[in-house]
């Protein structure tokens, strides 16, 4: 991969600025990630010779990789900017073992903390859909500072999303899914989302950030695309069954979603917002292909990448 010139990714906002309700609406209708996600980050880093005691998930969020992840670790940790975000990740039951979750930023990296986050005291960083918002030219000094010898940090993130080949009419729901977001999306993405759609080809890497980090190992770099035969997301039985206001609500935690809206409050819960446009526009192209009126279902596959890489184990790796 050829040296990187880009320019830190601006902080993010959005999510910093969610409030409580905020985060229990993304907590209850953000989609999980299939096992095969979790299976992949786990198996490169045991594999690589990773171990398990402290796990610490980035732009945690409501906690969704950090529970899915804490069975295999003695020590979870979940760090967010978010205020509200924070705040709906320790009300949320249900773990075996205890998470600390504490508000901090990836460029911080626990290092506002008290007790900080230690030097060579993390086996997995892990970040998903959420590395886009990252200043990588400071994040990267900070986890080689933070992880053990022989530590990883796994990112990945989800591209666009399109209709399952199964759902009725799927071709035309592609269609008109492409020309909302070309059409009313776009102007409200920020250089983060673009990178997130790109499945981060251009994702700052320690070795090709302005002050390369030369801690990392980059002969141990994976990268795995998932291109949408398999899901990246899972997609639980019942959510096959539900129904379009489910969809609504799902959209309704994507960026570029939250940022139209808060430039159109008027439109907002109308016939005139930008998802429930797309909504009618969905069911009548089911209703095209024989889809009764009231049993309109959408369900989707998106791409994705993970990417691992290891810390050296010594100073001499």
């Keep these: 991969m050829s040296e990187s010139t880009q320019t ?12 409580k309700e905020q985060g229990q609406n993304y907590a209850q209708y953000r989609l999980d990630y299939h096992e095969s996600v979790y299976n992949t980050v786990i198996d490169r880093h045991s594999s690589t010779g990773g171990k398990f005691d402290t796990l610490l998930d980035l732009g945690c969020g409501p906690g969704q990789a950090a529970r899915a992840l ?14 509200g975000m924070i705040t709906t990740a320790r009300s949320i039951p249900g773990t075996e073992k205890p998470i600390r979750f504490e508000i901090s930023s990836a460029e911080e990296l626990g290092s506002n903390l008290d007790p900080p986050i230690a030097d060579s005291s993390i086996d997995l960083i892990t970040a998903s859909t959420c590395a886009h918002w990252f200043d990588m030219d400071r994040f990267w000094p900070r986890a080689a500072q933070v992880l053990k ?6 990112i990945w993130v989800s591209g666009e999303a399109g209709p399952h080949p ?17 059409e009313n999306l776009l102007p409200f993405y920020e250089p983060g989302n673009l990178m997130a759609s790109d499945l981060y080809v251009d994702l700052p890497l320690p070795w090709t950030i302005a002050k390369p980090v030369d801690d990392f190992d980059q002969s141990t770099y994976l990268r795995k695309e998932w291109e949408g035969g398999e899901p990246f997301y899972a997609i639980p ?11 609504e609500k799902i ?11 808060e430039a159109h409050p008027d439109a907002v819960g109308t016939e005139k917002d930008v998802v429930r446009m797309i909504r009618r526009e969905i069911e009548r192209l089911l209703h095209e292909a024989g889809v ?9 596959l998106a791409t994705g990448v993970v990417i ?8 001499s790796s």
Aim: proline share 8%.
């Design 70 to 83: 804490a069975p295999r670790f003695t020590n979870i940790i979940g760090l967010d900017p978010s205020e």
């Design 237 to 247: 039985e019942q959510l096959k069954e539900a129904g379009m206001d489910l969809f």
């Design 8 to 19: 830190p990714t601006p902080k993010e906002k959005t999510f910093t600025g969610y409030t």
């Design 308 to 315: 691992v890489i290891k810390k050296k184990a010594s100073e």
């Design 149 to 154: 010898p022989g530590g990883s940090v796994a």
């Design 251 to 261: 959209m309704g935690t994507v960026s570029p979603v939250t940022r139209w809206r």
């Design 166 to 182: 199964d759902v009725p009419n799927a071709k035309a729901i592609a269609a008109a899914l492409k020309k909302n977001r070309e």
């Design 292 to 300: 009764e009126k009231g049993k309109e279902k959408l369900w989707s």
